[in-house]
């Protein structure tokens, strides 16, 4: 019986589901190339701006993938690395950027924004409420629609073809995604876990999503919070 019930979770945590996921926590525990969550964003339009608010806890000092989303001519559309050696990388549309001095702590958790304006150009980090350096990227562009949203791994091509060594190990909670860029007194609230806006692409409070592989969702620990 208990092989049964066993097998049935696994089943249901194949299929696509919307959730509340307040206070909850997503675990990838292993190092791997297929663990992974795919996301179903609430818009579905090309985006001429965007920010991605997360938090997350790993004791992993290497690259890995905080959040990657592919486009169908461009697999790095929007991805957040956090590096070694104190640093963060931002690709969009196949530019890259990097972010240095921010920071960066093995086994704390870690309140991390990244904001991208096309008028402008500017990209800009939050990391635990201090903000980054403000750089040009991908100025008077966009990112195309349909978008592939995946959490745990980075995409080398639209949905897939993972490197172990890009896939995030550790915890993550608290995703939001916006279709504009949130003030600073937002990102603030945000980062005190305050009162905000939720994210009207993505809301970590009502997230369509799918696991694929061995991925772990449960209440958080508050740990050394």
């Known amino acids: 019986m208990e092989r049964l019930v066993f097998s049935f979770t696994l089943l249901v945590t194949c299929a696509a589901v919307r959730q509340d996921l307040s206070g909850k926590v997503m675990i990838f525990s292993r190092e791997s190339n297929t663990a992974h969550v795919t996301l179903t964003p609430d818009k579905t339009t090309d985006l001429h701006a965007a920010t991605v608010c997360l938090r997350f806890f790993t004791d992993l000092e290497r690259t890995q993938s905080l ?7 461009k697999d790095n559309g929007f991805v957040l690395f956090t590096a070694d050696g104190g640093m963060y990388q ?30 402008t150009g500017l990209t800009q980090l939050w990391v635990n409420g201090r903000p980054g ?62 009162t905000f806006l939720p994210g009207n692409v993505l809301k970590w409070g009502d997230l369509e999503h799918t696991i694929h592989g061995f991925v772990v969702v449960e209440d958080k620990q508050r740990l050394t919070e």
């Open 67 to 73: 959040f990657s989303l592919a486009t169908r001519r």
């Open 90 to 119: 931002v690709w969009i549309m196949d530019s890259l950027t990097m972010f240095w001095g921010l920071p960066q702590k093995l086994s704390e958790w870690m309140s991390f924004c990244a904001t991208w304006d096309s008028v």
């Open 133 to 194: 350096l403000r750089k040009s990227q991908h100025r008077g562009g966009n990112i195309p629609a349909p978008h592939s949203i995946i959490l745990g791994q980075e995409q080398d091509t639209f949905g897939g073809d993972f490197k172990i060594t890009q896939s995030f190990f550790g915890h993550l909670t608290d995703l939001h995604m916006w279709n504009y860029v949130l003030s600073p007194v937002d990102i603030q609230h945000f980062t005190e876990d305050a």
